[in-house]
């Protein structure tokens, strides 16, 4: 049986940082609202030319370079984004070329803030299917261009950023102490459209729009959406919480983390949280905050990661790991 192994992962921040301070300067807000409701300290911001492929590029070069692999391993790349450089073609296809790859598929898959988990289970089933070998799974974003800069409610959530991982196909012996993907969880329910949104696209207004929230609406259906999928993660991969090491959760809010893991019996001390530096970056958020515990030595080699995340639409789901 075949298993989606994790090879290697990577990230990339645009420079410029943004912080509480200069918000301060922009919409009538404080620090202290943002730090106390959100947790959110600072975030990255693209500059002019630095598109999503542009970040996705960095990110995958710097996870083929944790693998030890060339671009050419590559047969698949999957971006998960909600803010593309064009309508058409695909921001994985501009991360392809940019990589220099000229063979396999790659594809754009839109989820918004459950974009990672959604494209890392569709390439762990492209994977085990035996039909590609080696997946970039690329979480990249520009949520900067869609924000209405003038609306506080919103503008100070979210940052710029991309993160990825490599996975391989390779053979593994069936049980749950295995390596790689054990579990997906996948949910969508298109009746919550108007809660997470933007207003604005080709078949609408005929503009990019902007993202539209109703934030203690997304905060209620958020913490007891992703008990469900978590549970039924552990359940299916036939593991309790407490054989956790790390919970790699959608990096939305400090209160939405903290309010889900302690529901689960997750202790703070396995929570990987970004949030404080980056923001909200929607599809690139988990793979930014893998990044950031791997290298940093908290992931090892053997461990057992829950992500989960959801997003506009509604879409939730998560993924169950053993690094
Ligand atoms: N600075 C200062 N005041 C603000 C700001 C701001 N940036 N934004 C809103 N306020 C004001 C509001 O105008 C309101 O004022 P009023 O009482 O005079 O009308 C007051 O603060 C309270 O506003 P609420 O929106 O009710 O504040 P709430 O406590 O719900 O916090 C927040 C807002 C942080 C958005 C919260 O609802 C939340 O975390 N929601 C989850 C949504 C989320 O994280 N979404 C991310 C995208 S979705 C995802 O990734 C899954």
Same mark, same amino acid.
């Given at each position: 049986?075949?298993?989606?192994?994790?090879? $290697? =992962?990577?990230? +990339?921040?645009?420079?410029? /940082?943004?912080?509480?301070?200069? #918000?301060?300067?922009?919409?009538?807000?404080?620090?202290?609202?943002?730090?106390?409701?959100?947790?959110?300290?600072?975030?990255?911001?693209?500059?002019?030319?630095?598109?999503?492929?542009?970040? $996705?590029?960095?990110?995958?070069?710097?996870?083929?370079?944790?693998?030890?692999?060339?671009?050419?391993?590559?047969?698949?790349?999957?971006?998960?984004?909600?803010?593309?450089?064009?309508?058409?073609?695909?921001?994985?296809?501009?991360?392809?070329?940019?990589?220099?790859?000229? $063979?396999?598929?790659? @594809?754009?898959?839109?989820?918004?803030?459950? $974009? @990672?988990? +959604?494209?890392?289970?569709?390439?762990?089933? @492209?994977?085990?299917?035996?039909?590609?070998?080696?997946? #970039? /799974?690329?979480?990249?974003?520009?949520?900067?261009?869609?924000?209405?800069?003038?609306?506080?409610?919103? =503008?100070?959530?979210?940052?710029?950023?991309?993160?990825?991982?490599?996975?391989?196909?390779?053979?593994?012996?069936?049980?749950?102490?295995?390596?790689? /993907?054990?579990?997906?969880?996948?949910?969508?329910?298109?009746?919550?459209?108007?809660?997470? +949104?933007?207003?604005?696209?080709?078949?609408?207004?005929?503009?990019?729009?902007?993202? %539209?929230? &109703?934030?203690? &609406?997304?905060?209620?259906?958020?913490?007891?959406?992703?008990?469900?999928?978590?549970?039924?993660? @552990?359940?299916?991969?036939?593991?309790?919480?407490?054989?956790l090491s790390w919970f790699v959760?959608?990096?939305?809010?400090?209160?939405?983390? &903290?309010?889900?893991?302690?529901?689960?019996?997750?202790? %703070?001390?396995k929570?990987v949280?970004?949030?404080?530096?980056?923001?909200?970056?929607?599809?690139?958020?988990?793979? #930014?905050?893998?990044?950031?515990a791997?290298?940093?030595?908290r992931i090892? &080699?053997?461990d057992l990661v829950m992500?989960?995340?959801?997003?506009?639409?509604?879409?939730?789901?998560?993924?169950?790991?053993?690094?």
């Open positions: 049986r075949l298993r989606s192994i994790l090879r $290697g =992962c990577g990230s +990339y921040l645009p420079p410029r /940082v943004l912080t509480n301070k200069d #918000l301060e300067a922009m919409v009538a807000t404080s620090d202290e609202w943002i730090v106390q409701r959100t947790g959110i300290r600072e975030r990255h911001i693209a500059a002019e030319g630095e598109t999503t492929s542009v970040l $996705g590029i960095r990110a995958a070069e710097a996870a083929l370079a944790d693998a030890g692999l060339e671009a050419g391993d590559i047969d698949l790349v999957v971006c998960a984004t909600s803010t593309p450089d064009y309508t058409f073609p695909s921001t994985a296809t501009q991360i392809q070329h940019g990589l220099g790859i000229h $063979g396999g598929a790659a @594809f754009d898959l839109q989820a918004v803030c459950t $974009g @990672f988990v +959604y494209g890392l289970a569709t390439a762990d089933k @492209f994977l085990v299917s035996g039909s590609h070998k080696r997946a #970039l /799974v690329v979480g990249a974003e520009t949520f900067s261009r869609i924000l209405d800069w003038t609306d506080r409610g919103t =503008c100070v959530l979210f940052g710029d950023g991309a993160g990825a991982v490599v996975l391989e196909a390779a053979e593994g012996r069936g049980t749950s102490a295995d390596r790689g /993907v054990l579990t997906t969880q996948l949910r969508s329910d298109g009746r919550y459209r108007d809660k997470l +949104y933007v207003d604005g696209g080709p078949g609408s207004t005929g503009t990019t729009g902007h993202l %539209r929230m &109703e934030g203690r &609406e997304v905060f209620k259906f958020a913490v007891g959406k992703v008990m469900d999928v978590v549970t039924e993660a @552990f359940a299916e991969a036939g593991v309790t919480v407490d054989d959760p959608h990096q939305a809010n400090r209160r939405i983390i &903290e309010a889900s893991a302690d529901k689960l019996g997750i202790p %703070r001390e929570l949280i970004t949030v404080d530096r980056h923001g909200n970056t929607s599809a690139a958020s988990i793979p #930014l905050a893998l990044d950031a791997r290298r940093d030595g090892k &080699e053997g992500l989960e995340a959801i997003g506009g639409g509604f879409t939730w789901g998560s993924a169950l790991l053993r690094w």
